[in-house]
Every structure is written in C-alpha cells, then in structure tokens.
Nanobody, 118 residues
C-alpha cells in the first residue's frame, strides 16, 4: 500500500508564498515521477509541476518563474515552493506519484487547499 501525505496548504495574500510538501511511504518501486496537480471549482485537474526520476522538471506555463518543484530522494518527498501567488492559483493541490514496473501506476494524496486572497 502506498500513501502520500501532503502538508503546507493554507490561506495567503496575493504576492505571498507557500511551500507544499508530500511524503510517500509504503511499498514503492521504480519511481518514474512525482508531481503536483491542482483543481479549482468547476475546472478540470491540471498538472502544475512534475519532476522525473532523472531530475527533469516540467511546469504549467502560468506558474513558470514563480513555482519551483524539488525532491528529496532519500525521504521520497516532493516539495512545491510557490512564490508571488495569485488569486487564480487558488485550488486544491494534489500530490502525484507515478511508479511501478512494468506497468506504472498513479498514486494520489488527499489534497491540500491553497487559497490566495486578492
């Protein structure tokens, strides 16, 4: 059983910063990538940032230059540093872990609310 535990969400004023953390535990093998998705009311879930096992990163265009994804391999933890937050960043943020071999599976955290007041 794989578990993802997120922390770090909350309420912040526009222009402020938050740091999300996601720690994975359980029987995990062949990690392919870890990342963060978000979903705002009425919207589809979208990829915010991801980091592969090789260290390559990918970002949603609207967060480039403001958000930074990083990881601690020893702790199987992924972080999302969010700076210069905007009201439109308000959403529930979900941690994602893609792992497994030969087939890769997606595991999800429970979600953490990020609210940016304008």
């Amino acid at each position: 059983q794989v578990q993802l535990v997120e922390s770090g969400g909350g309420l912040v004023q526009a222009g402020g910063s938050l740091r999300l953390s996601c720690a994975a535990s359980g029987r995990i093998s062949r990690i392919k990538a870890m990342g963060w998705y978000r979903q705002a009311p009425g919207n589809q879930r979208e990829l915010v940032a991801a980091i592969t096992s090789g260290g390559s990163t990918n970002y949603l265009d609207s967060v480039k230059g403001r958000f930074t994804i990083s990881r601690d391999n020893a702790k199987i933890t992924v972080y999302l540093q969010m700076n210069s937050l905007k009201h439109e960043d308000t959403a529930v943020y979900y941690c994602n872990l893609r792992a497994g071999w030969p087939a890769a599976y997606d595991y999800w955290g429970q979600g953490t609310q990020v609210t940016v007041s304008s």
